[in-house]
């Protein structure tokens, strides 16, 4: 399962020129999820990651290699959230591990293809106090508003990233998770939306390959990516009958 490879092995070259503080997971130490939306005023904000013309990135791989993403553990380039002290541009981008998706065994291959599919979804129930997201998955934007009192209590990427590690390996699928956040100012976030909308695309073309869509590559709207990606159309290839022309 090569399909996101060209896009993670981009992905870590984004963090700027100093090295990352990395953190293990250890799901103890995850900030205090409060399982539902909970709205940060903006008179209660400390800071926004992504706030106003701020770069706000957000895209998710997934691979079966352990080489890629051999365990589960919280990467940081840049300031910490205790250490910024106004609005910052930001980064999340998650690379998940999953079993064999090729594997001959047909139920297996469908549940790692589900786990593909609902990989996107798990930002939709992550809620850390005083840390509230806002997605579009349209343009790949994640902004993030950070309550003072979050700031007060000692938030931390480590544990925000505990919490968010924790959502993802409820899913049996998922073996390994490796979380990156980026709030370096000499980061290459322009690079970080190019890489966004290259794993979109992917993902989208991965779920209308299950959903049975058209053969024809002639035809096809998702051409480009499967042009762009290796192993996409091997992908479609082996599950349908296609007509390549
Ligand atoms: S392999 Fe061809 S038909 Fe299948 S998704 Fe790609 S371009 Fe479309």
New binding site residues.
Partial sequence: MDLYHSVIGRAEELGGSSAPRRYPYDPSRAWEDTGAFELVMLRDAAFELGGGSKAAVNFTCVTTSPALVEKDEILLYGPDLGELKSDSDYVRITLLRVGDIESDDEDDTEQAFRAIQNMDFVKYRVFPKGFMIRTSSESNREQVRISKDAVRSGISFERIGDDFIRQYKQDPNVLAVKLIFITAPDADYAGAKKCARTAHDITM?LT??LEG?????GS?S??PI?DEVEG??EL??GKEK?T?E
């Avoid at 869509?213 to 590559?217: A, E, H, K």
């Fill in positions: 073309s209308k390959i869509m058209p053969t024809d590559c096809c998702l051409k499967c996409m159309k479609h290839f296609h390549t």
